[in-house]
Each structure stands twice: as structure tokens, then as C-alpha cells.
């Protein structure tokens, strides 16, 4: 089965707590792991932005679920492209609250949101691309 990463932005549609938070990520990480589907979720300001993995029909029909979901709006897909290998394969969605704690690599991720709303290149490529760089093994 093909391989591939979809990376999404999106705005929360008003401002999320922690618990709000945290139900997105326990949700997404009991579906995922039933599906085969891994990932990564970044919140700041009230931006996601997240990346999922898997074979490409199950993404493609998890991304349509995910889009109708009440609780963001104004998804932009920024990357879906096949892959050799997943970035997060430890996780069937790990969750970084960027308001929450300074994580490793805060100031690169923080940057890493910021460009991808104003669609600016980092170093001649894509927030998308950027991001999936600075996981990968
Ligand atoms: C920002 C965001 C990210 C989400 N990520 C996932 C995800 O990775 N996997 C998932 O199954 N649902 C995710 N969801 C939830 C889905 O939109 C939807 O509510 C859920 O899949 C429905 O699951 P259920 O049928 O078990 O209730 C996300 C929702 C939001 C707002």
C-alpha cells in the first residue's frame, strides 16, 4: 500500500484550552492507531498545523473527516505527496501545544507556523517541507 504525508494548516475556530486539547489528541490517537495512520499536531495562537501519514485512500478519507470538524476552518493543504518512509513513526499523532512549553526546537517550529501562513519559503523551501525536514532521522 502507497505511502504518503499530508501536511494541513487551519485556525482553530475560537480558542482551544488544554482539555479542548487534549480530547482532539486522545480522539486522534485511538482512530489512528486503528487505521494505521501517524502524525504529528502543532497548536499556536491559535493555528494547527499537522502532518499524517499512511496509505494514501485512508488519508484521503481521514482528511475530509478531519475538514468538517466544527472546531477549526479554513484548512489549507500544503503538502500530500508519497513517501518512503514515515517521519512520526512512533506515533499514531504526536501533539506539541506551542503555547504550553518551550518543546524541543520551539523557536524553529514557531517559525515553521508563521511561514506557512504567509505561504514564505524557509531557506527556498516550503514551511510543509521544512517541517517534515526537521523530524526525519
Ligand atoms: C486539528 C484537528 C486534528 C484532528 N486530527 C485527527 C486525526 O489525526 N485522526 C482522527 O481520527 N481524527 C482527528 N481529528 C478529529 C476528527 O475531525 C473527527 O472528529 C474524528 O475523526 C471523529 O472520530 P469518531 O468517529 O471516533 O468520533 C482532528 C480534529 C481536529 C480539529
Sequence with gaps: ?????LV?????TRKLDKEELAAIWAQAKANNARIDVTGSLFY????????????????ASLYATISKDPRHHD???LYNEPADFRTFV???????NLEERQADKYQELIDIVEAAKTGRKIFGVSAAVTLLNTFKS
Excluded at 499556536?44 to 485512508?58: D, H, R, S
Design 44 to 59: 499556536n495562537g491559535g493555528w494547527f498545523m499537522q502532518v499524517l501519514e499512511g496509505p494514501a485512500p485512508t488519508l
Design 1 to 5: 500500500m502507497s505511502l504518503h504525508q
Design 75 to 77: 484548512l489549507r493543504l
Design 90 to 96: 512512533r506515533w499514531t499523532m504526536n501533539m506539541t
Design 8 to 12: 494541513y494548516l487551519s485556525q482553530s
